[in-house]
């Protein structure tokens, strides 16, 4: 086996001699096994012993499957065989789970491997047919990534390929192919930079719903300085090679004519730019008409420099009026002919990438463009599948989607069983059925929670079959926290699909994401939703749900400093003692329709209590905290003053969204973080409930603008914790002790 080794190593080496690397070529003649070692070593947490133990060899395609990996070998020399890198490392994951036992995750790992790694008791093989195996939400890079440097992107990229993912869309520094554009077609570099959102906000500018200028301006609003274009640039590009190393095709955006305004008509006279309504309250970029002689020249010069700054890849997102927007008599069919021969013109063998997303992609669009070279994204499948109501896309090529939740927004949540169940029937049905179906799609707004969904989907791009979902989430149970088959970990898991993990498809209309916790809602004395599209009925029964939290405490003494212990009792407690909030808000309006003001301040007491404990709870584990988050964008500021830019830009897309949108999307992106409680939700409520007492006699509830309060916090200034601090078991007790809970 050694012997064995060493050849294909020198083989390897031989091969890789040969080669000539162009940042420009994203094809590749071998598959490159040295970078999915360096990935396997980095997920074993740089443990180069036990990353020597295993044996990496490529295997050739079989007619009809897309991808494929092996396991095999005998103890201390493991044998992981596949037909490409994310092959080999996906393979690396399932050994880990299935034969190691052990776990990664968006939130902690665990691995605790024997000092010579085991190998299956018979050879494990397993393979896809499916060519596109898509990550991201143009979103997430709002609400989970805007600030993340390489060490969070590396880790990021080494699971995307663990999870089977070969395919994802690469936004950072992508801003500044709009910098080397426009600077070609009349604009100065100043007015460029100050129609570019700062980075929390810019995944809505690349929808051309928003855009940096907007006087009188606002958290959202540049210039940028190009320094930080620059930085991002860099970083931009350091995350594409990677991918590409790994065997992962880097999405960029593709132009599809948004363009900096008046500005650019006014340097472009003649040309057919169109403007357009507003979005929440913003005015929407101009859109510079496809089927306009100029479009062609600037979506060359818009791809000739996203070359230059990136490199090529073979696959391009974005659409044609997103969530609105206005034609200004331009046929979409033509419209959409017009982007696809511009990327075609630019990279001949190029994809482009559609979003199935409330109205898009529109019939006429679909039938008027070359749909062999389209990959269409039904973000919404596990809920609201669109291939049902668009009739498989007409024939487009397309990938079942999950978003799961909305804004990133935090909640005990996730729908396991349209992946683990109704996906592969979907698979299984005839072409005819369900059309061309080629690939999945993980479109979550937000990443990095609720990370049993990600393993699961992650798992079945191998798996052709519905999963027993009962038995899986109990081998899942086991591998994250490695506690054999504890019977308290058993009954929470079990709890835990059975509520919070249990949702199903209701196309679409019981709103978004989880049922969202009263602390992060506008006070009120009833609450529904925190965020205007939130679902206003909670999503499973907070009675069966409370058990699970005894059950977690009362798990064997030695998972107690797993991380991923950590994190689970902590978004456990949380979800409990916000249902128990919800009660105590329907006891304060009762007391308050009563007049009974010492009830009412007993009451209130215990309301704010409870989001003090919740606080202190969140500020143990170090996934919860809103200091890293702020620290994280004021670290790329390269001033004071861009630190302050940055810190609001930062603090806004969690509140108000911005000042105008607050309207509308306020608290969409909420998030019960350590410091945002205590900072900003309780501070709300504490003047609720003064004001709330001041109006006992004349019934009528307390009006407070609560934009205003929110664009204050998001001027603020004030530094937060960037460690944990306690211990979560500790408090997690305290809490469960004081509602009175079994533990």
Request: glycine share 8%.
């Given at each position: 086996?050694?012997?064995?080794?060493?050849?294909?190593?020198?083989?390897?080496?031989?091969?890789?001699?040969l080669?000539?690397?162009d940042?420009?070529?994203?094809?590749?003649?071998?598959?490159?096994?040295?970078s999915?070692?360096a990935a396997?070593?980095?997920?074993?947490?740089g443990?180069t012993?036990?990353?020597?133990?295993?044996e990496?060899?490529?295997?050739?395609?079989?007619?009809?499957?897309?991808?494929?990996?092996?396991i095999?070998?005998?103890e201390?020399?493991?044998?992981?065989s596949?037909?490409?890198?994310?092959?080999?490392?996906?393979?690396?994951?399932?050994?880990?789970?299935?034969?190691?036992?052990?776990?990664?995750?968006?939130?902690g790992?665990?691995?605790g491997?024997?000092?010579k790694?085991?190998?299956?008791?018979?050879?494990?093989?397993?393979r896809?047919?499916?060519?596109?195996?898509?990550?991201?939400?143009?979103?997430?890079?709002?609400?989970?990534?805007?600030?993340w440097t390489?060490?969070?992107?590396?880790r990021?990229?080494?699971y995307l390929a663990?999870?089977?993912?070969?395919?994802?869309?690469?936004?950072?520094?992508?801003?500044?192919v709009?910098?080397?554009?426009?600077?070609?077609?009349g604009?100065?570099?100043?007015?460029?930079?100050?129609?570019?959102?700062q980075?929390?906000f810019q995944?809505?500018?690349?929808?051309?719903?928003?855009?940096?200028?907007?006087p009188?301006?606002?958290?959202h609003t540049?210039?940028?300085?190009?320094?930080?274009i620059?930085?991002?640039?860099?970083?931009?590009?350091?995350?594409?090679d990677?991918m590409?190393?790994?065997?992962?095709?880097p999405?960029?955006?593709?132009?599809?004519?948004?363009v900096?305004?008046?500005?650019?008509?006014d340097?472009?006279?003649?040309?057919?730019?169109?403007?357009?309504?507003?979005?929440?309250?913003?005015?929407?970029?101009?859109?510079?008409?496809?089927?306009?002689p100029?479009?062609?020249?600037?979506a060359?010069?818009?791809?000739?420099?996203?070359?230059?700054?990136?490199?090529?890849?073979?696959?391009y997102?974005n659409?044609?009026?997103?969530?609105?927007?206005?034609?200004?008599?331009?046929?979409?069919?033509?419209?959409g002919k017009?982007?696809?021969d511009?990327l075609?013109?630019?990279?001949?063998?190029?994809?482009w990438?559609l979003?199935?997303?409330?109205?898009?992609?529109?019939?006429?669009?679909?039938?008027?463009?070359?749909?062999?070279?389209?990959l269409v994204?039904d973000?919404?499948?596990?809920?609201?599948?669109?291939?049902?109501?668009?009739?498989?896309f007409?024939?487009?090529?397309?990938?079942?989607?999950t978003i799961?939740?909305?804004?990133?927004?935090?909640?005990?949540?996730?729908?396991?069983?349209?992946?683990?169940?109704?996906?592969?029937?979907v698979?299984?049905?005839?072409?005819?059925?369900?059309?061309?179906?080629?690939?999945?799609?993980?479109?979550?707004e937000?990443?990095?929670?609720?990370?049993?969904?990600?393993d699961?989907?992650?798992?079945?791009?191998w798996?052709?079959?519905?999963?027993d979902?009962?038995?899986?989430?109990?081998?899942?149970?086991?591998?994250r926290y490695?506690?054999?088959?504890?019977?308290?970990?058993?009954?929470a898991?079990?709890?835990l699909?059975?509520?919070?993990?249990?949702?199903?498809?209701?196309n679409?209309?019981?709103g978004?994401?989880?049922?969202e916790?009263?602390?992060?809602?506008?006070?009120?004395?009833?609450?529904?939703?925190?965020?205007y599209?939130?679902?206003?009925e909670?999503?499973?029964?907070?009675?069966?749900?409370?058990?699970v939290?005894?059950?977690?405490?009362?798990?064997?003494?030695?998972?107690?400093?797993?991380?991923?212990?950590?994190?689970?009792?902590?978004?456990?407690?949380?979800?409990?003692?916000?249902?128990?909030?919800?009660?105590?808000?329907?006891?304060?309006?009762?007391?308050?329709?009563?007049?009974?003001v010492?009830?009412?301040d007993?009451?209130?007491?215990?309301?704010?209590?409870?989001?003090?404990?919740?606080?202190?709870?969140?500020?143990?584990?170090?996934?919860?905290?809103l200091?890293?988050?702020?620290?994280?964008?004021?670290a790329w500021?390269?001033?004071?003053?861009?630190?302050?830019?940055?810190e609001?830009d930062?603090r806004?897309?969690?509140?108000?969204?911005?000042?105008?949108?607050?309207?509308?999307?306020?608290?969409?992106?909420?998030?019960?973080?350590?410091?945002?409680?205590?900072?900003?939700y309780?501070?709300?409520?504490?003047?609720?409930?003064?004001?709330?007492?001041?109006?006992?006699?004349?019934?009528?509830p307390?009006n407070?603008?609560?934009?205003?309060?929110?664009?204050?916090?998001?001027?603020?200034?004030?530094?937060?914790?960037?460690?944990?601090?306690?211990?979560?078991?500790a408090?997690?007790?305290?809490?469960?002790?004081?509602?009175?809970?079994k533990?």
């Open positions: 086996m050694q012997r064995r080794a060493l050849a294909g190593a020198v083989v390897v080496v031989l091969l890789a001699a080669v000539v690397t940042v420009r070529t994203t094809a590749k003649s071998f598959v490159d096994v040295s999915a070692r396997i070593t980095r997920l074993l947490g443990d012993v036990r990353a020597a133990q295993f990496l060899a490529t295997t050739p395609a079989s007619p009809g499957m897309a991808d494929s990996f092996q095999g070998g005998t201390g020399d493991v044998l992981l596949g037909t490409s890198e994310v092959a080999i490392i996906s393979g690396f994951n399932w050994w880990l789970k299935y034969v190691a036992g052990g776990h990664l995750s968006t939130n790992d665990r691995l491997l024997p000092e790694l085991p190998a299956p008791e018979k050879p494990i093989s397993r896809t047919t499916l060519t596109d195996r898509y990550a991201y939400n143009f979103t997430v890079y709002g609400y989970t990534m805007p600030y390489w060490t969070d992107w590396e990021e990229i080494d663990a999870s089977g993912v070969n395919r994802a869309l690469v936004l950072v520094g992508q801003e500044a709009w910098y080397d554009t426009f600077q070609s077609f604009m100065s570099e100043s007015e460029v930079r100050d129609w570019i959102a980075p929390s995944p809505w500018q690349w929808y051309g719903e928003i855009s940096g200028h907007e009188p301006g606002g958290a540049g210039p940028v300085s190009a320094d930080l620059a930085r991002r640039a860099a970083l931009g590009k350091r995350v594409a990677r590409r190393e790994l065997g992962i095709t999405v960029f955006p593709a132009f599809v004519g948004h900096p305004d008046q500005v650019f008509a340097r472009n006279p003649g040309a057919n730019v169109i403007p357009q309504d507003d979005y929440a309250g913003h005015p929407r970029p101009f859109w510079l008409a496809p089927t306009d100029l479009y062609a020249k600037v060359a010069k818009f791809y000739e420099v996203q070359s230059k700054r990136f490199g090529d890849t073979t696959h997102s659409d044609l009026i997103h969530e609105g927007g206005v034609l200004g008599g331009v046929d979409i069919g033509d419209a017009a982007v696809q511009a075609t013109k630019a990279h001949p063998d190029s994809t990438v979003q199935a997303w409330q109205d898009n992609p529109y019939e006429d669009l679909i039938k008027s463009i070359d749909r062999k070279r389209v994204l973000l919404d499948a596990d809920d609201g599948p669109a291939w049902k109501r668009k009739d498989a007409w024939g487009a090529p397309w990938a079942w989607g799961q939740n909305f804004g990133g927004r935090l909640g005990t949540f996730g729908n396991l069983a349209e992946p683990g169940q109704t996906l592969p029937e698979r299984a049905m005839s072409k005819a059925d369900r059309g061309d179906l080629v690939g999945t799609a993980m479109v979550l937000g990443t990095h929670q609720n990370p049993v969904v990600q699961l989907f992650g798992e079945m791009v798996r052709d079959k519905a999963v979902l009962d038995q899986w989430i109990q081998a899942y149970a086991k591998r490695g506690a054999g088959d504890d019977p308290h970990v058993r009954e898991w079990e709890i699909l059975n509520t919070a993990y249990s949702f199903r498809a209701t679409h209309e019981s978004e994401g989880p049922y916790s009263p602390f992060t809602a506008l006070p009120a004395l009833k609450v529904t939703s925190s965020s599209f939130g679902p206003t909670p999503r499973y029964s907070a009675q069966e749900f409370e058990p939290l005894g059950e977690l405490l009362q798990a064997d003494p030695a998972v107690r400093e797993e991380e991923t212990y950590k994190y689970d009792l902590v978004d456990v407690t949380r979800q409990v003692v916000a249902n128990r909030a919800r009660g105590t808000l329907d006891e304060i309006a009762k007391a308050y329709a009563a007049k009974d010492a009830a009412l007993v009451l209130t007491d215990r309301f704010l209590g409870y989001m003090k404990s919740t606080d202190e709870l969140l500020g143990t584990q170090k996934d919860w905290l200091g890293t988050w702020l620290e994280d964008a004021k500021g390269a001033n004071p003053a861009e630190k302050a830019s940055l609001r930062a806004a897309i969690i509140s108000i969204w911005s000042e105008k949108a607050c309207g509308v999307l306020r608290d969409y992106a909420n998030r019960e973080w350590n410091g945002m409680v205590s900072s900003y309780q501070p709300r409520w504490e003047r609720f409930f003064a004001e709330l007492a001041g109006t006992v006699d004349s019934g009528t307390p407070i603008d609560w934009c205003a309060t929110g664009a204050d916090w998001t001027s603020q200034t004030a530094a937060f914790p960037t460690k944990p601090s306690g211990d979560t078991y408090v997690a007790k305290r809490i469960a002790d004081e509602l009175g809970l533990n």
